[in-house]
């Protein structure tokens, strides 16, 4: 009975070490971001102010006015999956939308547009987000989501810019794989 308690409590003692090892781990994954407050523009300029992130997992924070952009640059050329979800706002509802954009030259200017990405029930520019407030269960494309994708294909060295408004400001977390 004794080497029977001794290996059982042994197995105990091992299983919490491991998951709180794995808890520190997922932790440990996550990063902090907080977007500069900044309005829509198509100007690579103004855009490229924008905090850069690479691929991961962060906790963003937009400023007041709930908007503003970050950068990612790609490090591989393949399609990235860009997921926003557990939106939160201090000011009650949160909803809005995020896009996808790339840089192109028009009249030796360089201006970012909006790429039209796959996501839940088919392709947009807009992809529409919300904290559960107006949130749809339905997969298409013009209604609101609690979590929501978009997969674009990105060549390596290019930079995309995610630009972000919500209503009420906001915290989401954000993964790019």
């Known amino acids: ?3 029977m308690w001794k290996r059982v409590s042994i197995l105990l003692f091992t299983t919490v070490l491991l998951l709180s090892a794995l808890s520190v781990t997922a932790y440990a994954g996550t990063k902090k971001v907080t977007i500069r407050n ?3 523009t198509t100007s690579r300029a103004q855009a490229n102010k924008a905090r850069p992130v690479k691929k991961g997992t962060y906790k963003v ?3 007041s006015k709930g908007s503003g952009y970050l950068k990612f640059k790609a ?4 399609t990235y999956t860009f997921t926003v979800s557990s939106l939160k706002s201090k000011r009650g509802s949160c909803l809005g939308y995020f896009y996808l954009m790339d840089s192109s030259n028009y009249n030796n200017k360089t201006y970012i547009g909006q790429q039209k990405v796959k996501t839940q ?3 947009t520019v807009a992809l529409r987000i919300s ?10 494309v013009d209604q609101y989501r609690s979590s929501r994708y ?3 294909y990105v060549p390596k060295g290019s930079t995309m810019f995610l630009y972000f408004s919500f209503y009420n400001g ?3 977390k954000l993964k790019i794989k």
């Open 1 to 3: 009975m004794k080497k």
């Open 38 to 40: 900044q309005g829509f």
């Open 61 to 63: 924070k937009l400023g």
């Open 75 to 78: 490090p591989a050329s393949k």
């Open 121 to 123: 029930g088919g392709k």
């Open 131 to 140: 904290d559960g407030y107006r949130a749809k269960r339905t997969a298409k």
């Open 150 to 152: 978009g997969k674009l």
């Open 170 to 172: 906001a915290s989401f």
